[in-house]
């Protein structure tokens, strides 16, 4: 038997499955990746939504809407759709008002990404991802004045209320 050749089939054989092993791995790199880059975006989207306060006295709704828009629209910066693909969602608030409590007040974020880009290592299996920033949402100044007049002067306040005059928000004050 003529044995010529069989060394260069072993080899290309190997580095198909190494070159394959390889991949897998790079592959498993940028889902990690997307996933950080996932994760501040719904971090940094959280971080608008529950630091906007624009001190006004509308109802408490019409602030948590303005704080909702303003948080998709700092999580839309980071356009994920570019990395993730299509199957890219939508951030999702927690907001205090919806029953939830004030830990769990957040941004959270879902998506899904293939396992791997070869279909014999697991490329038809979609990996379900979430990322989660919950921060508790801090009442606003509006609200938190409340609470110093009412625990102040024991009754309703108004807005001429001398407790509100007189009072200073300090390090939130509630």
């Known amino acids: 038997m003529n ?3 069989q060394s260069s089939i072993e080899f290309i054989l190997s ?3 190494v ?7 790079v592959n498993q790199a940028f889902n990690f990746t997307i996933g950080y880059l996932g994760h501040y975006a719904t971090f940094m989207a959280s971080r608008a939504f529950m630091a906007h306060d624009n001190g006004s ?3 408490y709704g019409s602030i948590m809407n303005d704080a909702q828009v303003m948080g998709r629209r700092v999580f839309n910066r980071y ?3 570019v990395f993730i693909g299509e199957s890219a969602g939508e951030v999702q608030f927690n907001r205090p008002d919806q029953g939830v409590f004030y830990e769990f007040t957040g941004a959270y974020f879902r998506f899904q990404r293939p396992f791997s880009t070869y279909k014999f290592f697991g490329g ?16 606003t100044r509006y609200e938190c004045r409340q609470q110093l007049c009412q625990a102040v002067s024991g009754g309703e306040c108004g807005a001429n209320s001398e407790v509100l005059k007189h009072s200073t928000l300090y390090d939130n004050g509630c």
């Open 124 to 139: 038809d299996v979609k990996i379900d991802l979430l990322t989660e920033s919950f921060l508790g949402k801090e009442p």
């Open 3 to 5: 044995q010529k050749g």
């Open 15 to 17: 580095m198909g499955f």
């Open 19 to 25: 070159f394959a092993m390889f991949f897998l791995f």
């Open 79 to 81: 356009q994920l759709p």
């Open 57 to 59: 006295m509308n109802n």
